[in-house]
């Protein structure tokens, strides 16, 4: 048996196509929770406002009945195979671009854990009683909580591996997943003591949301520029 390299025509236009995954996945999610929002807004469920500067509801509460319960499900979870995608892609191009293997494997499975909890949480919501609000209320925080590790670690990566081409996008990325924790222990930790304010709460949410999706988003500029490379070996006897 021999390996050939066989030149593939279509492996310029899937890099480019990949690239935009990174897109697809930051934007999608949060377009996702806007526009269940305006579904239930327009079907009377919840208040009208500028929920990134008012905080009149939660992001689950945006997409809890129906008829937004439906749009967000049916959305939401197919395309969690997309962002599980791009955790694993995220890994693979950290190893090609010269990242250490235990840091481009860490990056994947904090990501399979987001996407695990993000998959409970959207399973559940809509869900009555006081265990399946439990649960969402967790799946939900650890969805977040994983998601910011794992783009952070991704940025870190891309910074020891590639500090001359990537350096200033990492540390950007780095900024925003320090300002996301900055943010989340701001409002977990004074919970601890006191009832921090619902608006306030879903204020931070909401603007959680955008700068974690933001973040993942980014990473478009950094694929575009250090393609994920394809290599197609194909087998034949002599």
Not at 26 to 36: D, E, I, Q, R
Not at 199 to 216: K, S
């Amino acid at each position: 048996m021999t390996n050939l390299d066989r030149p593939n025509s279509n492996v310029s236009n899937s890099r480019t196509a990949l690239s935009w995954l990174p897109v697809v996945c930051g934007v999608t999610p949060l377009a996702v929770a806007v526009t269940s929002y305006l579904i239930s807004v327009a079907a009377g469920k919840v208040p009208s406002c500028m929920v990134f500067i008012e905080g009149c509801t939660s992001i689950s509460a945006a997409g809890r009945n129906a008829p937004a319960v439906y749009f967000f499900k049916g959305v939401a979870l197919p395309l969690s195979t997309l962002v599980l995608a791009y955790w694993w892609l995220a890994g693979h191009w950290l190893r090609g671009i010269g990242a250490a293997l235990a840091n481009a494997r860490t990056v994947q499975l904090l990501g399979l854990a987001a996407v695990v909890f993000f998959v409970v949480y959207a399973t559940l919501l809509g869900s009555e009683g006081p265990a399946y609000r439990a649960m969402r209320r967790y799946g939900v925080v650890l969805y977040f909580a994983f998601t910011g590790l794992a783009q952070m670690y991704l940025a870190r990566g891309m910074l020891r591996a590639a500090p001359e081409r990537q350096g200033r996008l990492a540390r950007i990325q780095v900024s925003i997943c320090a300002l996301l924790l900055a943010i989340g222990l701001g409002v977990v930790l004074p919970e601890l003591v006191v009832e921090v304010p619902s608006d306030i709460e879903n204020i931070v949410e909401w603007n959680f949301a955008l700068l974690m999706n933001a973040n993942i988003a980014l990473t478009f500029f950094a694929w575009r520029s250090q393609p994920i490379s394809f290599r197609i070996t194909v087998h034949a006897d002599p």
